[in-house]
């Protein structure tokens, strides 16, 4: 009988991956294969970025591997134990290094287990695919708030210093935008000492982080 850990993340406020659902269907699925289910390990509100063996429950278990305490582990989506293929393949290898067999049971109805050459060859593909799709999303993203700051409109739920908004429409205000002027001639000044952030909000009486965000925000460089 294989000693069986259960691998559960939750993110903050993901219903649909709840914790409850997730232990239900993973023990089911142990308990249909006969499998000793040893342990449950528990990553509440982390996020996938984390890598595994740095998350609290995922160090744990890092241990359970290394004291040969379990010889299975059994997770309900791949995107629970890792989203990052070199964190997958590093947390693969480090399953085979210790013998470990790994099922993932929510594969549209299918079970991908990487005991077999085909399975962690799947494995790999489908972290492959996913981290793709999360780049072509950033990417996507990023293209549509540098397009909407180059044509002045509502890019976040605050409006910029500079600005006044009006539907979804940013209208530039002239006094503000001669202290936003003001700001990038004092950082980029052509003398070998820059002036600091911290000089600068005292002279536009202004606190530091809204300087600092001021000037690290591409949709002024229009007005410069």
Do not use: W
């Amino acid at each position: 009988m294989k000693k069986t850990a259960i691998y559960i993340r939750v993110s903050t406020g993901n219903q649909e991956n709840s914790e409850l659902m997730q232990s239900e269907k993973c023990l089911t699925y142990c308990n249909m294969k006969g499998y000793e289910v040893v342990d449950v390990f528990i990553d509440s509100n982390v996020s996938g970025g984390v890598r595994l063996f740095d998350r609290p429950a995922g160090s744990r278990l890092k241990k359970c591997l290394d004291n040969k305490e379990i010889d299975n582990i059994v997770v309900y989506k791949l995107d629970r134990m890792t989203r990052s293929v070199v964190d997958g393949l590093t947390v693969l290898n480090d399953f085979n290094a210790n013998n470990i067999d790994f099922s993932v049971i929510d594969m549209s109805g299918e079970t991908l287990d990487s005991s077999t050459p085909l399975g962690r060859m799947m494995v790999t593909m489908m972290l492959a695919f996913a981290e793709l799709e999360r780049h072509t999303i950033r990417d996507r993203v990023k293209k549509s708030l540098q397009h909407r700051k180059q044509n002045l409109k509502v890019y976040s739920g605050k409006t910029p210093y500079g600005f006044t908004r009006k539907d979804k429409d940013l209208i530039p205000n002239l006094k503000e935008m001669e202290v936003v002027k003001q700001i990038y001639r004092m950082k980029d000044n052509d003398s070998e000492l820059q002036t600091s952030f911290r000089t600068i909000a005292r002279v536009v009486k202004m606190n530091v982080s809204k300087v600092h965000r001021i000037y690290n925000d591409e949709i002024y460089e229009q007005f410069l």
